[in-house]
């Protein structure tokens, strides 16, 4: 007789097989393998190596550990559909198999070897002796990409990293216990992030980086320096989103050392999201500028422009409750300053203000209740923040909330 865990597995390995018969594509080359099924003591990559453009690698539960000797713990260099069978009693996991760096890479082909360009995939990203630091081509090159149901545990530098992709979707996806970055899009367009979690990294959760066109919806991320980093991007949405236990529960954000790869950062949209008791103390690594930035912040808008805030419950955060600041003015007499860093140039300078976005309809209770004297701007501390020069078409309505703070001493209303 089968049990309700048996009969439950069978249901989702027999449905897989529906959908993937269903959508083979017309014109399939028949180059590789468009269905395989790998299962624990089996390796996953070897089925992604046998893979078609297009094809599906079914993962059955079990702890995965790939060959020890690699860097990463899979690596994926074009478009396939990589899906754990996970269910509610036991998950597809990818653990480190000894001294990886990353538990999933997806790079293009003929990019590949830039892994190896870096010291390691950490902050800063310092490059190896004589490599050249010229930023890889913007167009994407992997298309179609799909990871889901995967647990990636443990790893030495990230969870799920990602470059140069177009069309892609992270569904049911957790990042635990990698200590730089959870799950982390870079210079990528067209993709949804979904359904997914990170904890326990000392920087980001999740960060879109560089990219465009990129949704993060019903995800949760506690534990991390940043629950979520959004950095010079456009059209990213961000809603339905629980984030709580953070250093900084959102830091959105335009900045100067990736701006030669993408100089701009606008229109985020951050809707219906709980952002709440994000006072996690900073694990940043020491001298980057994350380290510091003062525990206790909901949201951290620095230089973005064109953005919308929207319906979101912010609570509990012991600095701030949601900030939008001019990127120059908060890094004035820090290491970062915008008058002496040599990474600056006069064209972030002329557009690192935030501009042009809008506040509306949020609860912003019970922020800004903790002191801190090490913080240099403790003075702040509040519900709301505008620290700008200038109110730049930033405005705010139909707020609910106790405190603000405002170098213009109000809060420019909507028209």
Not at 84 to 108: C, D, H, M
Not at 274 to 301: K, Q, Y
Not at 341 to 370: K, L
């Amino acid at each position: 007789m089968q049990t309700p865990a048996r009969l439950s597995l069978a249901l989702s390995l027999a449905l897989a097989a529906v959908a993937v018969a269903g959508s083979a594509r017309a014109g399939d080359t028949g180059e590789g393998r468009f269905l395989q099924f790998v299962w624990p003591g089996r390796s996953i990559q070897a089925a992604l190596d046998a893979a078609s453009e297009g094809g599906y690698v079914l993962v059955l539960p079990g702890v995965y550990r790939e060959s020890p000797g690699e860097i990463n713990g899979l690596s994926i260099t074009r478009g396939v559909n990589l899906i754990g069978l996970s269910t509610p009693w036991r998950k597809v996991v990818l653990e480190n198999a000894g001294s990886q760096r990353n538990g999933i890479v997806a790079v293009p082909a003929e990019h590949t070897e830039c892994m190896s360009c870096h010291a390691s995939l950490a902050p800063p990203f310092e490059l190896l002796p004589g490599v050249d630091p010229a930023p890889l081509p913007h167009e994407p090159a992997i298309y179609g990409l799909t990871i889901r149901g995967i647990t990636i545990r443990g790893f030495g530098n990230n969870g799920l990293f990602a470059r140069q992709l177009d069309g892609f979707a992270f569904i049911d996806v957790h990042s635990v216990d990698n200590p730089n970055y959870g799950i982390f899009p870079v210079s990528s367009r067209n993709g949804i992030i979904t359904h997914s979690s990170a904890t326990g990294a000392d920087d980001s959760g999740i960060w879109i980086e560089t990219s465009e066109h990129v949704a993060a919806t019903y995800n949760r991320v506690e534990n991390n320096v940043n629950g979520f980093e959004v950095s010079n991007s456009d059209d990213v949405l961000l809603a339905h989103n629980e984030v709580r236990g953070n250093t900084i529960g959102m830091a959105l954000l335009f900045l100067p050392d990736i701006f030669d790869v993408r100089p701009d950062a606008t229109r985020y949209t951050v809707r219906e999201n709980h952002i709440h008791d994000n006072n996690r103390p900073n694990t940043a690594t020491e001298g980057a500028i994350l380290s510091l930035v003062p525990p206790g912040i909901g949201i951290l808008h620095v230089g973005v422009d064109d953005s919308l805030i929207e319906k979101n419950m912010i609570t509990g955060n012991q600095f701030i409750g949601a900030g939008i600041v001019d990127y120059c003015l908060v890094v004035l007499g820090t290491p970062f300053d915008c008058s002496t860093d040599p990474e600056i140039t006069p064209g972030f300078v002329a557009d690192s203000a935030a501009s042009n976005n809008r506040v509306v309809g949020n609860v912003v209770t019970g922020n800004g209740a903790v002191s801190d004297p090490s913080n240099p701007f403790d003075f702040a501390r509040s519900d709301l923040g505008l620290l700008t020069l200038g109110d730049h078409g930033n405005c705010y309505a139909d707020n609910v909330y106790t405190t603000f703070f405002s170098t213009l001493g109000v809060l420019p209303p909507c028209p």
